[in-house]
Nanobody
Framework: VQLQASGGGLVQAEGSLRPSCAAS????????LGWFRQAPGKEREFVAS????????VYADNVQGRFTISRDNAKGTVYLQMNSLKPEDTAVYYC?????????????????WGQGTLVTVSS
């Protein structure tokens, strides 16, 4: 499975972006999907996950209420709507396919990773 992320970019604080990530084939349609991010000099951290039917979502505390994860299984695509962006949200954002239908915050819950898309938030 190959994952292609896009939709990052440069935005001012309080702005919005909507990265997306498409799988090369629909293997991920029965698996949970997630977004992680990695800022320079920091470890990769969990952002959000969504179960395979989309009925269950999990968010990191620092994005809860600002970010929304969604998926379109027909297109094999996962989205991350990011609103009220802050400079501390600056990072490379990675999408990932989980090992099962439901996944949480651990990196080890995920089997396949995209190449990442850079999000830069200016103050």
């Amino acid at each position: 499975v190959q994952l292609q992320a896009s939709g990052g970019g440069l935005v001012q604080a309080e702005g919005s972006l909507r990265p997306s990530c498409a799988a090369s084939r629909r293997t991920g349609s029965n698996n949970a999907l997630g977004w992680f991010r990695q800022a320079p000099g920091k470890e990769r951290e969990f952002v959000a996950s969504i179960s395979w039917r989309g009925g269950s979502t999990v968010y990191a505390d620092n994005v809860q209420g600002r970010f929304t994860i969604s998926r379109d299984n027909a297109k094999g695509t996962v989205y991350l709507q990011m609103n009220s962006l802050k400079p501390e949200d600056t990072a490379v954002y990675y999408c990932a396919v989980a090992r099962s239908w439901h996944a949480g915050r651990a990196l080890t819950d995920y089997a396949y990773w995209g190449q990442g898309t850079l999000v830069t938030v200016s103050s």
